[in-house]
């Protein structure tokens, strides 16, 4: 996914408003108070238009980003907090906290994207909205032969517990689960690169398993060169009609060579232009979490991060097709609020994935990439003005067809009662974890005083309540309970850990 960056720093102390009008909009010291809960919202009284039925020129209230699945950011903070450490604020990313849980999405029953909307009352005036885009699943034996490059750091930063031992067990782990069909090619980079093993169609897996045992941790990081390299192998070994992407498995702690990301992401995104994507597994406690971010953004891919066995067994086992196929090329979403009903909002997360209006239907203008069965999540917070009623607002995606290149689109409208059940008590328990997850994400990214109370932003709209830790995990435990998923208790551990 290359896409337009905003200034590195204009994000990280707060909350990113979706639009210019939601600037002015802070919340006043008499709501700071407010209850979660408020009255129900009014029946609709107007019929519920089509899909981008409202003006095409009311930017103000048009709120347009890439999609993205990266889940890097959630990985590496849960590494960080059970190591007994608060997170820098700068890697704490909310949409990829939200991206991290399932979320049980209807599938479309062809290509593209299924859209799904619900939502929540926060307060009397201020709603939880949820955007929810679901891509098909892949069956059994659909997805196309893989031409896979890995670019292993074997530096001297790799050579602690969870780092290379991890990265090695997972490759072996993925070799043979692999298609005789597909093939591997290995190049590994300390001060130097070196091709460990050139293309090689995975029915040789005894000389796969070897390459994967003879990898060893070694002295300083050329990260750049070993992904240069990785692509002349990845070119070599290119095949028309099969999945072509590079796979970095790396600490991100560049220390020679080009150590800046500039001149890596234009290698990277030259020849992510050329049909081979690129994947970033981050490993490692000391992690460049901003560089493996911004190489996969350029390189048309994901960024993940895993610190446990199990975790990266299930990365490389269950979530292989959606790893390495491209369902939607260049995908991008685009919400307009009626503003007869809306006074302000704004979008959780997605600082650097936001794009102009305009940019929605340029077909020039990059997007996101995304595999099979991905669920992509977008939280909003919206205050309605008095007696709003009917119409919200609609919701459409726009994507390229990775084979034709052709555009598509699809979308979904929004009414006031999507938004009408009770956040905590009565919205589907998803919608609860999705909440629980971005709050919790916001407070890590606070960087004013009161930690270990109730994060304060200047970001909130006017009416929005402050949710204190201590609330979120009440409410992720019970949520825990309902649910039966190993990964909200395990959210409900990192919350007490927080706190």
């Given at each position: 996914m290359?896409?337009?960056?905003?200034?590195?720093?204009?994000?990280?102390?707060?909350?990113?408003?979706?639009?210019?009008?939601?600037?002015n909009d802070s919340?006043s010291a008499?709501d700071?108070?407010?209850?979660?809960?408020?009255?129900?919202?009014?029946a609709?009284?107007?019929?519920?238009?089509g899909v981008?039925?409202?003006?095409?020129?009311n930017?103000?209230?048009?709120?347009t980003?890439?999609?993205?699945v990266?889940t890097a950011s959630?990985g590496?903070?849960?590494r960080t907090?059970?190591?007994?450490s608060?997170?820098?604020p700068a890697?704490?990313r909310?949409?990829e906290?939200?991206?991290s849980f399932?979320?049980?999405?209807?599938q479309?029953?062809g290509s593209?994207?299924?859209?799904?909307?619900?939502?929540?009352?926060?307060s009397?005036?201020?709603?939880?909205l949820?955007?929810?885009l679901?891509t098909r699943?892949?069956?059994?034996?659909?997805r196309?032969d893989?031409?896979?490059?890995?670019?292993?750091?074997?530096?001297?930063?790799?050579?602690?517990?969870g780092?290379l031992?991890?990265?090695k067990?997972?490759l072996?782990?993925l070799?043979r689960?692999l298609?005789?069909?597909?093939?591997v090619?290995?190049?590994?980079?300390t001060g130097?690169a070196e091709t460990?093993?050139?293309m090689t169609?995975?029915?040789e897996?005894?000389?796969?398993?070897d390459a994967?045992t003879?990898?060893r941790?070694?002295?300083?990081?050329?990260l750049?060169?070993?992904?240069?390299l990785?692509?002349?192998?990845?070119?070599?070994g290119?095949a028309?009609g099969?999945?072509?992407r590079?796979?970095?498995?790396s600490?991100?702690?560049a220390?020679t060579?080009?150590?800046?990301s500039?001149?890596?992401l234009?290698?990277?995104?030259?020849?992510?232009?050329?049909?081979i994507?690129?994947l970033c597994?981050g490993?490692?406690?000391?992690?460049?979490?901003?560089?493996?971010?911004?190489l996969?953004?350029?390189?048309?891919g994901?960024?993940l991060?895993v610190?446990?066995?199990?975790k990266?067994?299930?990365?490389?086992?269950e979530?292989?097709?959606?790893t390495?196929?491209?369902?939607?090329?260049?995908?991008k979403?685009q919400v307009?609020?009626?503003?007869e009903?809306?006074?302000a909002?704004?979008?959780?997360?997605?600082e650097?994935?936001?794009?102009?209006a305009?940019?929605?239907?340029d077909?020039?203008v990059d997007g996101g990439e995304i595999?099979p069965?991905?669920?992509?999540?977008a939280?909003?917070t919206?205050?309605?003005?008095p007696d709003a009623?009917?119409h919200l607002?609609?919701?459409?995606v726009r994507?390229?067809d990775?084979?034709?290149?052709?555009p598509a689109?699809?979308?979904?409208?929004?009414t006031?009662?999507?938004?009408?059940?009770?956040?905590?008590s009565?919205?589907?328990v998803r919608l609860?974890?999705?909440a629980?997850?971005?709050y919790?994400?916001?407070?890590l990214?606070d960087v004013?005083?009161?930690?270990?109370?109730a994060?304060?932003?200047d970001?909130?709209?006017?009416?929005?309540?402050?949710?204190?830790?201590?609330?979120l995990?009440?409410?992720?435990?019970?949520?825990?309970r309902?649910?039966?998923?190993?990964?909200?208790?395990?959210?409900?551990?990192?919350?007490?850990?927080?706190?």
């Amino acid at each position: 996914m290359r896409i337009r960056r905003m200034a590195a720093g204009a994000a990280v102390a707060g909350l990113v408003l979706a639009a210019s009008g939601c600037a002015n909009d802070s919340r006043s010291a008499g709501d700071s108070g407010a209850g979660l809960n408020g009255p129900p919202a009014a029946a609709p009284k107007a019929p519920v238009r089509g899909v981008n039925s409202l003006a095409p020129d009311n930017d103000e209230f048009t709120s347009t980003f890439a999609l993205d699945v990266d889940t890097a950011s959630y990985g590496f903070v849960r590494r960080t907090l059970l190591d007994g450490s608060r997170p820098d604020p700068a890697t704490v990313r909310p949409e990829e906290f939200v991206n991290s849980f399932r979320q049980d999405y209807p599938q479309p029953r062809g290509s593209g994207f299924a859209v799904s909307v619900d939502g929540g009352r926060i307060s009397s005036d201020v709603r939880m909205l949820r955007v929810g885009l679901q891509t098909r699943e892949a069956s059994q034996g659909e997805r196309r032969d893989a031409r896979l490059t890995f670019v292993i750091d074997t530096s001297g930063s790799m050579s602690g517990p969870g780092r290379l031992d991890l990265v090695k067990e997972s490759l072996r782990t993925l070799v043979r689960q692999l298609r005789p069909s597909d093939a591997v090619a290995i190049v590994a980079f300390t001060g130097t690169a070196e091709t460990v093993l050139p293309m090689t169609p995975v029915a040789e897996r005894a000389r796969l398993l070897d390459a994967i045992t003879r990898l060893r941790p070694g002295d300083s990081t050329n990260l750049g060169g070993g992904l240069v390299l990785g692509y002349k192998e990845a070119r070599r070994g290119f095949a028309e009609g099969l999945t072509n992407r590079v796979i970095l498995a790396s600490d991100g702690l560049a220390n020679t060579g080009d150590t800046e990301s500039a001149p890596i992401l234009r290698q990277v995104a030259d020849e992510a232009r050329g049909d081979i994507s690129l994947l970033c597994v981050g490993v490692g406690s000391d992690y460049g979490d901003t560089l493996m971010e911004q190489l996969a953004d350029r390189g048309d891919g994901r960024a993940l991060y895993v610190s446990e066995q199990s975790k990266a067994d299930r990365l490389f086992v269950e979530q292989l097709p959606a790893t390495v196929e491209v369902r939607a090329k260049d995908a991008k979403a685009q919400v307009k609020f009626d503003p007869e009903q809306v006074s302000a909002y704004r979008l959780i997360g997605y600082e650097d994935r936001k794009l102009n209006a305009e940019d929605f239907h340029d077909d020039g203008v990059d997007g996101g990439e995304i595999g099979p069965g991905h669920a992509v999540t977008a939280l909003y917070t919206v205050r309605l003005k008095p007696d709003a009623a009917g119409h919200l607002g609609d919701v459409a995606v726009r994507w390229l067809d990775p084979d034709t290149g052709r555009p598509a689109e699809t979308g979904h409208p929004i009414t006031v009662s999507d938004t009408a059940p009770d956040l905590w008590s009565d919205a589907p328990v998803r919608l609860q974890v999705d909440a629980v997850a971005a709050y919790f994400a916001e407070h890590l990214k606070d960087v004013g005083v009161g930690h270990g109370t109730a994060f304060v932003t200047d970001g909130m709209l006017q009416g929005e309540p402050v949710v204190s830790l201590e609330l979120l995990r009440r409410q992720v435990e019970t949520l825990a309970r309902k649910s039966e998923d190993k990964d909200v208790a395990d959210l409900s551990t990192l919350l007490s850990r927080a706190s």
